[in-house]
């Protein structure tokens, strides 16, 4: 199915190109050369026409997609545009003379007396054509980008609605519901206080989930805020098996994806031992324009379930933001996850 698609698609750009080409030619025939006096002149004309509009459309496309290649019009729009109209002047002055001076050479059997100096005479018609050329192959260019922005722009959104219905998912799964009411209802009659402050950590845990789920990026010193009351919920089911350091400064104007923070360290949770024998030790330090989540590596053993679509989300999210990718470090003894540090606006 792919395969016939292929065809049909290569197929119906050979046609539109044919098209275009044999319609320039004919404007080209009926503006230009019109000192025919029969049928046998006009088409004359036209074949003359369309090798023309041939040799430069073909070769101008060719030089075009070579540019395409090395200089893109997003990132890089002032030298490919005047590296273009260089080569667009140059091959389009060249291929017209050599066009001209065989055609004339067919028709005539002979050469022009001055065949430079004929050829510039009539030149303003390669300028014409290579113009036209020039701004079709603009107006495919900027629509082609266009349409290609608008589908990485709808996948990204796709893309952060399953992240954010994952990151929220975690939150509010049936495990973390059942261990934390668990954890609550022995709190309740041992120490009411501490009850207490378990249910006011909870709530602003998920006030924090509901509040930014609509939003893309959010100040790092709120994730931290986060981040203090989910290692309280943690530290207060695992006890002294559960270590949370965080040794970093949340400052001004940084930013960082929602949730990221802690689908690290529930990972960390997840997917390593923590026992009285075992405790685990988790740290969010600071590595220049990175956060560094580090932890004593214990696996658990093979066979744990993991869907293996957390870290790739996370690392999804970031590339929309930052050309900076994600870095993870192990060793015999951690297992760490760099991510950037995030400025506002779009690096």
Known sequence: MKGSECNKARRNYHLTLLAGIVGLAL????????????FGEFMLSFVWALVLCATLWLGNSYIYGLLDKKYSWQDQLVKRAIFGSLALIAYSATAYLLVQLIMY????????DNPVSWGLRSSYVAILISFIISLIFVAVAFFQNWRNSLVEAEKFNAEMLMYKYEALQNQINPHFLFNSFNVLSDLVYEDQKKATDFIRQLSQLFRYVLDSRDKELVPIKEELEFIKAYRYLLQTRFEEKLSIELDF?????EMIVPMTLQLLI???VKHNEISASQPL????????????VENSLQAKPEGTDSKKTGLSNIRQQFRY?????IQIIRTDRSFAVEVPVLKLGKE
């Open 249 to 253: 400064e949340a400052r001004d104007h």
């Open 105 to 112: 050479k067919i028709v005539t059997g002979s050469l022009p």
């Open 266 to 268: 529930e990972n960390c």
């Open 27 to 38: 404007v080209i025939t009926l503006v230009f050369f019109r000192n025919y006096e029969d």
């Open 321 to 325: 933001f930052t050309d900076r990718e």
């Open 281 to 292: 030790r988790v740290q969010i330090v600071r590595r220049g324009d990175y956060l560094k």
